[in-house]
């Protein structure tokens, strides 16, 4: 069975840093697609960040460019996401999901797996 565990989020100060990790366990990410979704109180879920299987391709949103970095780590089965300069908006669950392709999207449809979130709140 396939699962996806993030962890790392918390209650911060608008401005400050925070870092999420997803644990993928019963499956190797080695050739997957990873991603980051967001989903704010009484929103959609939103993309936020993806990378592909070597690390070299990744897309980010609009909102997150430039303060927000993807990394994983295949030997670990990990993805990370990096948060620097966290703003009020920033608020809501935060998902990482894994796509079995080789090609980086922004949709949420094309992923196969999710975890279960973790909830990031920036107070302003």
């Known amino acids: 069975q396939v699962r996806l565990a993030e962890s790392g989020g918390g209650l911060v100060q608008s401005g400050s840093s925070l870092k999420l990790s997803c644990l993928v366990s019963?499956?190797?990410?080695?050739?997957?697609?990873l991603g980051w979704f967001r989903q704010a109180p009484g929103k959609e879920r939103d993309f936020v960040a993806a990378?592909?299987?070597?690390?070299?391709?990744?897309r980010y949103a609009d909102s997150v460019k430039g303060r927000f970095t993807i990394s994983r780590d295949n030997s670990k089965n990990m993805v990370y996401l990096e948060m620097n300069s966290l703003k009020f908006e920033d608020t809501g669950v935060y998902y990482c999901?894994?796509?079995?392709?080789?090609?980086?999207?922004?949709?949420?449809?094309?992923?196969?797996?999710w975890g279960q979130g973790t909830q990031v709140t920036v107070s302003s």
């Open positions: 999901a894994a796509r079995d392709s080789y090609l980086v999207t922004v949709r949420e449809s094309e992923y196969d797996y």
């Open positions: 990378i592909d299987w070597s690390g070299v391709i990744t």
């Open positions: 019963g499956r190797s990410v080695i050739n997957d697609v």
